[in-house]
């Protein structure tokens, strides 16, 4: 079984109910356990600014599946929830985003996969809601708590617990 953490992220729709049902896909789809989740964070938006603010989280589950077919499943999940990569703009609006950021200490570089994922350093988005459920995780010689050291989280905050 392998150790995999993956970012979540959306601003089109109830993002909030978005996660919890992509969450409960993702382990039934990967036949997965659910290790940890973060909370939810609403950010500004990253690439493409002028738009609406993201809510960002991150879970990291336990699964059996490799990264490919991991990421073949993460992908089936996002089309479920409305995401059509073939017609959206890069950093652009969407319903959901799933990005595999580590797969056990796994590397890799193809076309399609690579592993840890290439812009985590730069992701303030992705790096306050992963130190909050693996802050001493290293990824890519650089623990998480690191990692998030050297970026400014200007406009990024926590939001309320959901009943």
Known sequence: MADVLIALGGNVG???ATFRKAIANICGMTQAALRARSSDYATPPWGEENQDRFINA???????????ALLFTLHKIEK???RDRTKETRWGPRTLDLDLIAYDDVKLDKPELTLP???????????VPLVEI??????AGHTVKEALAQLSTDG????PDLP
């Open 117 to 127: 994922h290439p812009r985590l350093f730069q992701r303030a988005f992705v790096l």
């Open 156 to 159: 990024i905050e926590r939001l």
């Open 14 to 16: 109830d993002v909030r």
């Open 58 to 68: 991150c879970i990291e589950i336990e699964t059996g599946l490799d990264p490919h």
């Open 80 to 82: 479920k929830f409305g």
């Open 134 to 139: 693996a802050p001493e995780r290293v990824i």
